[in-house]
């Protein structure tokens, strides 16, 4: 394994108080998708890009859960975050109105409500895990609480830790991916990378993973070029990264999904191509947007790097392999319309498919590890060791 350790924010102490302004020192230079204070919580509706910027109230947690089912809120981390903050905002309300006699009323609502929000995407385990924490806190202060104001501030405090958190994380996937990149490809005067659905700040609580490892390279003066997926069928490739590439003037060109393997054939100065990730097994197999396989098969062709990136909270050490993953299936209407923006600005959805056509909507597919050349989170660049086809994330962890 090669490892490199990244710092650490501390025990979060007065995050509460500062959370705000250390939100927008860090973000205030790349997109925001998540806006949060104390007691208010707005996301950007995903959906209207890359048309409109139309930023939503989210003042319970089934606005939260009605957020991440439809899309409006997408991306593992970002997933995570903002189930965790919704259930913030809405204890915080349900705390002014006195809902809470005791310490068991806000324990049995903490509860009850993580359970809920979990059922909005099954396939993401940042979602998952972050649950599992926030409910091991919940049962920890609730031991020695004699009032439910204690639970309720340990949560919200928990809550609004890991938004800073995910900040940090995703800096650091960053420098460790650019740098790995950039150690491990042919011709490191001639870089240039493919990305597939959207990784970046909308993804995540900011900068990105599998983008934020292209925002380094590009700021490094390593990156030539980024070629980005449409990602069919729900396009976040050309909703979302291309809209955050120009953003930020990477220079960047978009390619419909099909076109990957002829690109790799006829443009040698793409070396790598960086995904990120919605659920990694212990052995590295790898659950992220649907056409990351194929993705990976023609990397592996090509003689390319095939880099995955993830925080920590994406390994899914219960799961020996990819074939444990639960791939969730969305709606058919995803796959047989597309919405845009007509000539006069107003919006649109039209059918693209015959009527009666029957439809497979897999979210997700799994990669397995033996195509994957590294796998980088906050923590460092996992690798497998010589001569075997999987990773030890366990150990790697460790």
Known sequence: MEMKRSGWLGDGCCVHHFLHLHIYITMSKTLEAI????????????????????FEPVINVQDGHAAIKTMKTRGAPAIAIVAALSLAVDVNARRSKNEFKTVD????????????????????????????KLDQLVNTVARDATEPNAVVDAYIAAAEKMLVDDVQDNKNIGKYGAEYIVDHVKDKSNISVLTHCNTGSLATAGWGTALGIIRDLHHNGNLKHAFCTETRPYNQGSRLTAYELVYESIPATLV????????????????????????????GDTANKIGTYQLAITAKHHGILFVVAAPSTSIDLSMASGKEIVIEERPAKELVTTTGVLDDKSSATVRTAAEGIQVWNPSFDVTPSELISAIVTEKGVAVKQPGHTEFDLAAFLA
């Open 105 to 132: 009323d806000a324990v049995r609502f903490l509860h009850e409500s993580l359970e809920y929000l979990k059922t909005s995407r099954p396939t993401a385990v940042n979602l998952f895990d972050a649950a599992a």
């Open 35 to 54: 806006k949060y204070t104390s007691g208010n919580l707005q996301i950007l509706n995903q959906l209207a890009l890359p048309h409109d910027t139309i």
């Open 256 to 283: 419909c999904d099909s076109m990957a393997s002829a690109l790799l054939r006829l443009n040698p100065s793409v070396q790598a191509i960086i995904v990120g990730a919605d659920r990694v097994a212990a052995n």
